[in-house]
């Protein structure tokens, strides 16, 4: 798999040489592993064992429901009342943040209404900070540690 720009760990595969796995921690069990899922992997170790999320509040392909339509969110924050707080959004490496990730993630806020986005193809991330007030955001210089939000 590609290098990130994101910290190592002990990553746990299993699965075949045909179907490789990787072990979701937050899922508690193996998944396919795919380029996206490798950023994932990455990310959301990342978030808890060098940013201080903590793994209970943090959720990894969450199932939303509009009308009769089925979306599908990477990773969600949720706050300690179980709210979600930040939707997260990886795409693999190879793909470029273009708008229209930025559009899918927004089409996701349109129903949680969080306080940050956060797009990440592990090579570059990007955060934004939601003002609901004025109907705007804020890109941040870097991801913020839980203890910022």
């Known amino acids: 798999m590609t290098s990130l720009n994101l910290p190592s760990y002990d990553i746990k595969l299993g699965g075949t040489r045909q179907r490789p796995q990787i072990f979701d921690f937050l899922r508690r069990r193996f998944v396919a592993l795919t380029p996206e899922e490798w950023v ?3 990310f959301t170790h990342w978030l808890v064992g060098h940013k201080g999320y903590p793994q209970a509040l943090l959720g990894n392909e969450i199932e939303l429901t509009v009308g009769e339509k089925k979306l599908r ?14 939707i997260l959004e990886y795409k693999a490496p190879s793909i470029a943040l273009t708008q229209k990730v930025f ?3 927004s089409t996701y806020n349109l129903l949680l209404h969080v306080d ?3 797009v990440s193809n592990g090579l570059q991330h990007y955060c934004c900070r939601m003002d609901y007030e004025q109907h705007t955001y804020h890109f941040l210089q ?3 540690d839980y203890s910022e939000l």
């Open 40 to 42: 994932r992997q990455h």
């Open 73 to 86: 969110c990477d990773s969600i924050l949720y706050n300690k009342e179980l709210q979600p707080r930040m």
């Open 103 to 105: 559009n899918q993630i």
């Open 116 to 118: 940050y986005l956060v």
């Open 142 to 144: 870097d991801i913020p």
